[in-house]
């Protein structure tokens, strides 16, 4: 079975500066997608990014860049410049890469992302 | 487009009483998934639906709790009789097969539960 490890319960950052979450798991597929949601104190859980195991460039959306050690089965999410409103949950999810695999998501425990101004 | 939508927002009982969760799927979106988050188990799959027909339902914890699509627009979970050990928050959560061959939900803000 997978499962998805996030080893830091709670982390901060001060604004406008960069911050690290981090996010282990464990597979024996090859094929497989990882993901990164948000879950702000409104409790909507967003996508934030997502990587393809299959491709060895790191995912980057905005101020959110992966470091993707497929090797180490290491997944940790990097936040640029932090604002205020990236204060939120942060799970770290695995999927097998199939049909339907958004129907196999194994969330992490989660990380509470405090921003300090 | 509206979103998920849930409700109600939270929902406070007291233990025996049946507790009725509902969502709105997005509308077009042919997948919906209940899920469960607690702090002690995280979040849990508990049922998911694909064009109103239960696909996996290997989540729901006992018989007390159900869960029904009667069509593609509206979708409930039941809890009878509910017990303190349900209290956490409900997630619903919708997509279409296109987003979920690539892992991606949208989910509801979910319904708080509180069972005394």
């Known amino acids: 079975a997978q499962t998805v490890t996030q080893s830091q319960p709670e982390m901060s950052v001060q604004e406008a500066e960069t911050v690290t979450l981090s996010c282990t798991y464990d597979t024996s597929e090859s094929d497989y997608y990882l993901f990164w949601y948000k879950q702000p104190p409104s409790r909507q859980m967003i996508l934030v990014i997502r990587q393809e195991a299959y491709k060895q460039q790191n995912a980057t959306e905005n101020r959110f860049s992966v470091n993707f050690q497929k090797a180490a089965k290491s997944f940790s999410l990097k936040i640029s410049d932090s604002q205020l409103g990236d204060a939120a949950m942060y799970f770290c999810a695995y999927s097998p890469e199939e049909e339907t695999s958004g129907s196999r998501l194994t969330f992490g425990e989660g990380t509470q992302l405090t921003v300090n101004p | 487009d509206a979103g998920v939508i849930q409700s109600p927002r939270h929902e406070v009982t007291e233990m025996g009483q049946e507790v009725t969760l509902r969502c709105k799927p997005i509308s077009g979106h042919d997948y919906l998934f209940w899920y469960r988050q607690t702090m002690m188990r995280g979040l849990e799959l508990l049922i998911y639906?694909?064009?109103?027909?239960?696909?996996?339902d290997s989540g729901m914890p006992e018989d007390r709790f159900s869960a029904k699509m009667p069509n593609a627009s509206f979708s409930t979970l039941k809890i009878q009789p509910s017990e303190p050990r349900d209290s956490a928050v409900y997630f619903c959560?919708?997509?279409?097969?296109?987003?979920?061959?690539?892992?991606?939900?949208?989910f509801g803000e979910g319904s708080r539960l509180t069972v005394l």
């Open positions: 959560a919708s997509s279409l097969r296109q987003s979920l061959n690539t892992g991606e939900l949208f």
């Open positions: 639906f694909n064009n109103n027909v239960p696909i996996d």
